[in-house]
């Protein structure tokens, strides 16, 4: 038991190896490729957002703007504008995803609280409209359809990655990019002012800090990593749905935070995984499966606010703290 507390504690404290290791493996343990991928693309989202929730304590109710904004602008740039370079669709998906958050965060962030996930609501419904009514670029209600998955062009070879085994390899790489990335800003000065700014944000204004300023870097960041995330699935699909604008597809990210545990390193993809493993097994044998994933978060959210990670994390912590030597003797 100690050995297996050991254990936690080492994955806990070196989390993007123990990632690397965990997705490495992860394919060959699943029922097929493409849930891998998924699990991957989607836990990337859900630690984008966690970086805006879980880390600086801001909660968007809009987070599949740029989200959609990613994966619209890279299919766009393959189907409609015959990019030929993966690496340049990718990048103007990117490019889409930051300007949508550079002026959402503009205007957001000038309310707090309610308000503000409000406008970031209105912000992603706005665009899912514009998407919806501008069948002739975007597909509407269909989608845009047609994306062509080119060769990855590396060192001068072409590789192509049509197998869905070898766009998990592709995509697990950028992921893991990604999370080295978030770790080393969680780990910067900039990571500590973040959660100072959660934590207590007058406080933090107090010591000197700008907090608009450090909230707007957050929500710009995290707005970059959803977009990375939407082109990935944009690229895995070929197809992207007008529904990935759609305020559903935000109230997923939320929920996959929550289950898994918000403000923890691990917790978006623990909770990526629990919920498309549930997504998968429960629509086979039932058509109303929303309402159990409901029934089961709720659970959660009352039982055990830490979500799945957070609260196992805890367990592991407070089981390996010190005992009193001697029970106290009742008076």
């Given amino acids: 038991m100690r050995a297996w507390r050991a254990f936690v504690r080492w994955v806990a404290t070196h989390p993007v190896t123990s990632l690397v290791v965990f997705f490495a493996v992860f394919p060959f343990i699943v029922p097929h490729t493409s849930l891998a991928t998924q699990v991957l ?21 809009g987070h599949a703007a740029y989200y959609g904004l990613g994966a619209y602008g890279t299919g766009l740039a393959l189907a409609k504008l015959k990019i030929a370079s993966l690496w340049g669709a990718i990048g103007i998906g990117l490019g889409a995803a930051i300007i949508g958050g550079v002026i959402a965060g503009f205007f957001c962030l000038r309310r707090r609280g309610i308000y503000f996930a409000m406008l970031t609501l209105a912000f992603a419904q706005m665009l899912y409209f514009i998407a919806f ?46 999370v080295a990335a978030l770790k080393r800003i969680l780990d910067s000065p900039f990571g500590a002012v973040l959660q100072a700014i959660r934590e207590n944000p007058e406080r933090a204004a107090a010591c000197g800090y700008d907090v608009n300023r450090i909230k707007f870097v957050s929500f710009v960041f995290s707005a970059f990593f959803a977009g990375l995330a939407g082109a990935l699935e944009a690229l895995r699909l070929t197809v992207v749905p007008v529904e990935a604008l759609y305020w559903s597809t935000s ?6 935070t929550l289950l898994g545990g918000a403000g923890t390193f691990f917790g978006p993809f623990v909770g990526a995984l629990t919920f498309l493993l549930l997504e998968e097994r429960l629509s086979r044998l039932i058509e109303w499966w929303p309402i159990v994933v409901g029934a089961i978060f709720m659970t959660f959210v009352l039982f055990l606010p830490k979500g799945i990670w957070g609260s196992f994390l805890a367990w592991v912590v407070r089981d390996a703290s010190p005992k009193p030597p001697y029970a106290p003797v009742p008076e």
Avoid: E, K
């Fill in 41 to 61: 693309t989607y836990g990337l989202f859900a630690l984008g957002f966690n970086l805006l929730y879980g880390y600086t304590g801001i909660l968007s109710f």
């Fill in 133 to 178: 009514h501008l069948a002739d670029i975007t597909g509407g209600d269909d989608g845009l359809r047609g994306i062509p998955l080119h060769p990855l062009g590396l060192f001068g070879t072409s590789v192509s990655i049509r197998s869905p085994f070898a766009f998990y390899v592709f995509a697990f790489v950028l992921v893991s990019l990604a």
């Fill in 251 to 256: 109230g997923q990210v939320v929920i996959m």
